[in-house]
């Protein structure tokens, strides 16, 4: 289904469309995302309000329409949220995105608090650098993070792999993996949790 998650009427349409076809909504997993690197002083007013849209404001819209299908329901359920290592360690100019993803983690948390009454769980995973199949990482991304870290736009990942403790590259299957232990029973006492998919990154551990 093609949902534009900045589009009030289109997400309630989507998520209308997948009750329809399921029967229901047992889990919602929201990862739309974008980013743009730039300095602050030169970070056009546009590009901070478009991440907004998409890493902020999109998460809310579908989380709040999860919401009232998950209360309709009434047989509890589970939201999971794809934010960033940047949420606890920010990026040198990167602050679009790790400032409106820092918005959705804090909107996790208050969902957490308030979905519970409703057997709700609401957790966030907190991946770094996944290139594989991303459209996150355009080649106009890859080079301004390059330039950011002063480092060859060639050397980007091997970069990315070789700055985590276990020196290991993080695959879009090991954040599917985390978000599979989040939506299932496996993890069913726990709700407003972060869950760091980085590799292991000190100054990103959650506190």
Known sequence: VRMDVTSES???????????????LDVLF??????????????????????????????????????????????????????????????KEFAAYSAAKAAQVQLARVLALEAGEIGVRVNVVNPDAVFEGSGLWSPEVKLARAKAQGIDPRRIEEFYAQRNILKAKVTADDVAQAVLFL?????????????????????????
């Open 183 to 207: 939506s299932s029973e496996r993890s069913s006492k726990t709700t407003g949790a972060l869950l760091p998919v980085d590799g292991g990154l000190r100054e990103a551990f959650p506190r």
């Open 30 to 91: 929201s990862n739309a995302g974008i980013a743009k690197s730039a300095p602050v002083e030169s970070l056009a007013l546009a590009d901070w309000e478009r991440s907004f849209q998409v890493n902020a404001t999109g998460h809310f819209l579908c989380a709040r329409e999860a919401l009232r299908v998950f209360k309709t329901q009434g047989i509890g359920g589970a939201i999971v949220f794809n934010a960033s290592k940047n949420v606890l360690a920010p990026g």
């Open 10 to 24: 289109s997400v309630r349409a989507g998520f209308a469309q997948a009750v329809l076809r399921y029967g229901g």
